[in-house]
Each structure stands twice: as structure tokens, then as C-alpha cells.
């Protein structure tokens, strides 16, 4: 009842939606302005990436929805292929008891550690250890993470189907929801082909500009004094 009112309210609003996928649940009209990440925070170190020994990692709340037991199918499909990259998974949650379990059943748990939660600096120099940060959520409304992932260095694969296809836009990979198969795809060309990767890593300059904490407050203004401009002449 509660979210019914929310949305017929927002006839009545501006509104600001953070991902196209989140605007289209909107009934009235939304503008979408993206997140910003810390830009002085998540960011290459002056090593480059000569310090990246681990392959694989996730970084989320361990939830049904953020897609991680998708993730661990995919470590199954790439090791019939003969691929047994290493994953650290960064989180913790509800789910970790059954992911943990998940893994050993399906023969990857070798393959996994669990890290617990980290924030901070901290974060930031783990995900540059690694190689691929992997975005596999089912549900997203937009995705930090995989800026924050790219902004460190990591290639980042995540579900289209949600707000994270727009984080990743065309400087990594994305993926059906929920498709183990097609992660392992994606995941298969970043371990094995350096062409590929080196021609995601050259998008990302020019992606991540976009996310910087000017940009969008600048447009977080022009779309604030529109409405002011646009109050005081009579329109909503």
C-alpha cells in the first residue's frame, strides 16, 4: 500500500532516478542522473597494475539478489574448459552460510575465500590485487561498485539486465541476468584474451568522467534551477 502511494505521488514531484532501469518503474516522468564515486579514493595506485595477482573478485552484501551463486556456476562451466581462476569474494551477509556450501558442492571452494567486509582504503587496495571485478546481481539500481571496480584498474563483467549495464556501459561486459553460462563466457575472453582487455581498460578515462562527483552535482543543479526558472513562470 505504502509503495502504491510512493508511486502515484510521484505525479505530484520531480523526479530524480539514478539508472534508466530505475526510471522505468516510475509512472510519471523521472530525469536520470547518475551516481558519483570517490574519485580520491578509488584509484589506480602510482604501481599501476603490476601488482594485480589475484584474478577474480565480488564485492557486495551477500543477498539473494546480488547474484553471487551465479558467480560460483560460472567458476563450475570454467573449470570444464580447463580455467580455475581464483575468486575473493568481499561481503558478508545472509547468504554466506549457503554460498560456502554451494561451493564445495560444486567443486570450487578450493577456488573461493571469503574476506568479510571491508571499507575504506582498505577496499580500495584490495580491488587493486585484482584482476576482474564481477557485478552478477539479479537486482540493481545502479551500481556503484563497478565504477569503484574500474577506477582501481579492475575489468569489470555485470548483469545488463538491471542499473549495472548502464554503470559498466561500453568499458567492460555484461551479461544476462542470472546467466551462468554467459558470465562464464565473458569471464573466459578477459582471462585468456589481452587484446580485449586492453581495449576495455582505454574506454575507461572517458567513461568515468561522467561520474565525478562535478559532473554530476553540476547536473543535479542545472535540473534543480530548471524547476526554480521554470516554478516562478507558472509551470510545473
Known sequence: ?????KLRATNLALNISVSHSEASYIPAPSTVIQNPYDDKLFCESDSGTGLRTHSLVFLGRLSPEKGVDVLLRSLKILGQRGLRP?????GSG???????TLARELGVDGQ???????????????LRRHMILVAPSLSEAFGIVALEGMAC????VGSSGCGLGEAIGNAGLTFPNGDAGALSECLARL????????????????????FSVNVV???YLEVLERA?????????
Not at 86 to 90: T, Y
Not at 94 to 100: D, M
Open 217 to 219: 552535482a553540476a547536473r
Open 191 to 210: 582471462l585468456t584474451d589481452a587484446e580485449e582487455r586492453a581495449a576495455l581498460l582505454a574506454r575507461v578515462p572517458e567513461h568515468l568522467r561522467k
Open 112 to 126: 573461493v575465500s571469503f574476506g568479510g567486509t571491508l571499507r575504506g582504503q582498505a577496499l580500495a587496495e584490495e
Open 153 to 156: 584498474g579492475c575489468l569489470v
Open 228 to 236: 526554480v526558472q521554470g516554478g516562478a513562470h507558472g509551470r510545473a
Open 1 to 5: 500500500m505504502a509503495a502504491a502511494l
Open 86 to 90: 581464483k575468486l575473493k569474494i568481499i
Open 94 to 100: 545472509p547468504e554466506e552460510p549457503h554460498l560456502q
